[in-house]
């Protein structure tokens, strides 16, 4: 099953149509049919039945907390010049920096070498604490993708990865969660202007979901709601102005977000 | 002005006393006067009178993005064994990890090296992005207090701050949100169990709140209900089982908290 959080791509055009300003809706095939509550915390269905045209996409879930797994794929870790993690310690990411499918990531001025990275999105439903490897899935509601926008310069200067990866507009999310995928048989595949760039398979983790979820959960509660970003594999090129990038992952849909300026690489003759 | 947020201490006490299950509350000397919605979204008065015995405190704010300084004091910093830092690269916590006034620290079983870090708390209201330093306090609604607790092996050995400062529980925060502070006059002090073990004049801090929020607003929007912990100062014991900590700040009251086991420091004689 399919959901979206969405908008009203025209306010004004059918104002009985959305329960609320931002609602969920479940996604069957192109018919979107709007829910009041979330799946979450409980939904009933409105009736109303809308088409992909009438909404604008929104970023799926506001997490409580959002993870991401810094460094979980061996040929990205090479590439980028890092040590291989003994143990899965994970990271966190800023709901400031989330921006939905179809908006715009935004360069700063002096952002020079702004990348792209292909991630599977865990998305918690249920809360959790104390889960073995073998029951870690039970608290897993769905699954979306996501691009976790990265500066390689200021990732290199700071301390921490506060502009580097949570610059507003940073965090692309989406379209929607998928609660029925096989991750087991996925694959990613990154796509920069309609030509592919990178790809691998999904679950060739140095540390999967069911090991991460078990270690996370000895010393913290999972909350609905909750994200958690796999890390990724390969390695993007310095993006510009005007580029597109496409991330799909196999059962999930095509997380797709243009890349802008003022920052960004200075493309020859351009 | 003082904000708490609260619940009722007897939930089948007085129903009709409160708007919702937690709830925000001016508090006016003793008296607690609860209001529908919030300070950020706008609120109302219910006209209700409680007492401080009627309520318990909740945390004061479940921030969007937990924004938090690693390293702001040179004494601090010095003990620690760690580098100064040439810039103000924020960093961030997790809200699983957040209790309030009078909840206990729980020290899972396998932390040894428990210790405190007594914490000013900015609290953001308005909604903020490129803001100079002398604009920078127009978006602060008050302040609180932080105890930034801290599992000192696990700090060392993990590649991230994951469990050592954001296992469930070592957040607290409270007990209020201070809207009048002066944080130029504010002093830290430290008591376990009721001695004084940490003083510092708040504001010595290496990069002010000023600084901040002007180099943060270059590259993110802050958003009404975000915090920022302004980092310690001085040097905690290794905490044990029953010990209390309270984190008192000149003007903004006192946060007290008892450390539990499983877990902690094994006391002489023990």
């Given at each position: 099953?399919?959901w979206?959080?969405?908008?009203?791509?025209?306010?004004?055009?059918?104002?009985?149509?959305?329960?609320?300003?931002?609602?969920y809706?479940?996604?069957?095939?192109?018919?979107?049919?709007?829910?009041?509550?979330t799946p979450f915390?409980?939904f009933?269905?409105?009736?109303?039945?809308?088409?992909?045209?009438?909404?604008?996409?929104?970023?799926?879930?506001?997490?409580?907390?959002?993870?991401?797994?810094?460094?979980?794929?061996?040929?990205?870790?090479?590439?980028?010049?890092?040590?291989?993690?003994?143990?899965?310690?994970?990271?966190?990411?800023?709901?400031?920096?989330?921006?939905?499918?179809?908006?715009?990531?935004?360069?700063?001025?002096?952002?020079?070498?702004?990348?792209?990275?292909?991630?599977?999105?865990?998305?918690?439903g249920?809360?959790?604490?104390?889960?073995?490897?073998?029951?870690?899935?039970?608290?897993?509601f769905?699954?979306?993708?996501?691009?976790?926008?990265?500066?390689?310069?200021?990732?290199?200067?700071?301390?921490?990865?506060?502009?580097?990866?949570?610059?507003?507009?940073?965090?692309?999310?989406?379209?929607?969660i998928?609660?029925?995928?096989?991750?087991?048989?996925?694959?990613?595949?990154?796509?920069?202007?309609?030509?592919?760039?990178?790809?691998?398979?999904?679950?060739?983790?140095?540390?999967?979901?069911?090991?991460?979820?078990?270690?996370?959960?000895?010393?913290?509660?999972?909350?609905?709601?909750?994200?958690?970003?796999?890390?990724?594999?390969?390695?993007?090129?310095?993006?510009?102005?005007?580029?597109?990038?496409?991330?799909?992952?196999?059962?999930?849909?095509?997380?797709?977000?243009?890349?802008?300026?003022?920052?960004?690489?200075?493309?020859?003759?351009?």
């Amino acid at each position: 099953m399919k959901w979206i959080r969405a908008s009203l791509a025209d306010p004004d055009a059918k104002p009985l149509a959305a329960p609320a300003e931002v609602f969920y809706a479940r996604l069957d095939d192109e018919r979107v049919l709007p829910v009041r509550g979330t799946p979450f915390d409980g939904f009933e269905q409105t009736g109303e039945r809308l088409r992909l045209d009438d909404i604008r996409f929104e970023v799926p879930v506001i997490p409580p907390t959002f993870y991401c797994v810094g460094l979980n794929y061996t040929r990205h870790i090479a590439t980028e010049g890092l040590r291989i993690p003994d143990k899965p310690d994970v990271g966190y990411r800023a709901n400031n920096a989330l921006i939905a499918h179809g908006q715009d990531v935004v360069m700063p001025p002096d952002a020079t070498s702004v990348h792209y990275e292909g991630e599977l999105v865990v998305v918690i439903g249920k809360r959790a604490r104390n889960l073995s490897a073998a029951e870690a899935r039970s608290c897993i509601f769905g699954y979306t993708i996501g691009n976790d926008v990265s500066e390689r310069n200021w990732q290199k200067s700071d301390r921490t990865f506060w502009r580097a990866k949570n610059s507003d507009t940073f965090k692309p999310m989406g379209p929607w969660i998928e609660t029925d995928a096989d991750v087991e048989q996925m694959e990613t595949v990154v796509s920069l202007n309609g030509r592919e760039s990178t790809r691998f398979h999904t679950n060739d983790m140095l540390f999967g979901i069911d090991t991460f979820i078990s270690t996370m959960s000895r010393y913290l509660t999972l909350y609905p709601g909750d994200i958690l970003w796999m890390g990724t594999d390969g390695h993007s090129p310095d993006l510009a102005d005007g580029d597109v990038v496409e991330v799909a992952l196999t059962g999930l849909g095509v997380l797709r977000n243009r890349f802008t300026g003022p920052g960004g690489a200075r493309r020859l003759g351009g």
